[in-house]
């Protein structure tokens, strides 16, 4: 997915959402015009983002972003787009935190305006380390980067994470908390494994995801800890740089009350799996940059918390990559831009590490 031409995931007109923008702003706005509406070629292989200027004398903000659920009609990734919760989260987060989370304006919960509900914020200039080609790859910003430089990126970016854990009451963000029984920990793995059955619905299940969900339950935490706020999506790919200083923090789909770990677990993974990507194509990446050990021990330093039972975190954070990657591939599948396999754990472009770490063999 990091190295191939980017999926299909809509069936969105541009030109017809431009003018149906138009037309909701003036509901909100009365004189208002939506101009230079653009898609990002980075946009999201989930949710999709559209970008443009409010044309009025005195705009609430100029420059937005407007965060649209997924097309329904174009295999979505997830089952579900509670953008109310998106919503919401953002404002917690801003409210009680010191993030740089962009401000938001309005909500539009009806989906006849632009086809699915929808929320717009303002729009925060700066740069957003690659997925497609990976920032660990030669060429891009941070790549080009000094050590110092990324150096000063990882710490203001495992700094977020921190002041999220511990600045957000947790029963301020009680509408996070995920249905079941058990503590926070049991219902998001619960979660995940109906993720998992609703991705393989009247498709090929995957032996190694499954086999995964097993050694979960082998290497589960005595103590998981109490919950907090998690952003979900926790990774540098979804921050905006001014420099190398975050200036705001994007993406909030995810976020549910779990152990501090998940986030940290999907951190330290999600920079791995650019990482094996990138030295599985004969480069040598940034094998120094967000590094295990020092993303444990930066975030005990800033929170006095250890990170405990990281191989479990890791590996469900590989775990839960997998499910996702697999429901992309069977969307690709389905606009036949790939042929499904006999074997879909092929499919999953990290099923390599996720294997080494069922074995036990990936963080030797």
């Not at 969105?12 to 706005?29: F, K, V």
């Not at 990126?153 to 029984?181: C, K, M, N, T, Y």
């Not at 969307?331 to 036949?336: E, I, S, T, Y």
């Amino acid at each position: 997915m990091a190295t191939a031409p980017r999926p299909r995931t809509t069936t969105r007109d541009p030109e017809e959402l431009t003018h149906r923008l138009t037309a909701w702003l003036a509901t909100r706005l009365p004189g208002a015009k939506a101009v230079d509406v653009t898609v990002p070629a980075s946009n999201g292989l989930s949710s999709e983002t559209l970008l443009f200027d409010i044309e009025h004398p005195e705009p609430p903000l100029r420059s937005c972003a407007l965060r649209l659920a997924a097309d329904p009609s174009a295999y979505t990734v997830f089952p579900v787009y509670d953008m109310v919760r998106q919503y919401r989260t953002m404002r917690t987060v801003a409210r009680r935190t010191d993030l740089p989370v962009p401000r938001v304006q309005w909500l539009e919960e009806d989906p006849g305006p632009l086809g699915a509900p929808f929320f717009v914020m303002e729009r925060v200039a700066g740069r957003v380390p690659p997925d497609v080609m990976p920032y660990t790859y030669e060429g891009n910003w941070l790549h080009a980067a000094s050590d110092a430089e990324r150096a000063h990126l990882e710490a203001a970016s495992i700094s977020l994470l921190a002041r999220l854990h511990d600045q957000v009451p947790v029963e301020e963000a009680e509408f996070l908390a995920l249905p079941g029984e058990g503590d926070a920990l049991r219902r998001h793995v619960t979660a995940q494994r109906a993720y998992y059955d609703w991705v393989v619905d009247g498709l090929a299940r995957s032996p190694l995801i499954e086999r995964s969900f097993d050694r979960l339950e082998e290497l589960w935490p005595r103590d998981p800890g109490p919950p907090v706020l998690n952003w979900g999506d926790a990774r540098i790919g979804n921050v905006v740089y001014d420099g190398f200083d975050p200036v705001a923090v994007l993406d909030w789909e995810m976020a549910a009350l779990a152990p501090r770990e998940v986030d940290l677990g999907w951190t330290v993974y999600l920079h791995r799996f650019f990482q094996d990507l990138t030295v599985a194509f004969g480069q040598r990446g940034l094998p120094d940059f967000l590094r295990r050990d020092r993303i444990e021990s930066r975030y005990a330093e800033l929170t006095g918390h250890t990170p405990r039972d990281m191989d479990f975190f890791t590996l469900y954070a590989a775990l839960r990559h997998a499910i996702v990657m697999l429901r992309i591939a069977y969307r690709q599948a389905h606009f036949g831009e790939v042929a499904v396999p006999e074997d879909p754990d092929t499919l999953i472009l990290h099923h390599g590490s996720l294997r080494a770490m069922v074995q036990g063999s990936y963080w030797d």
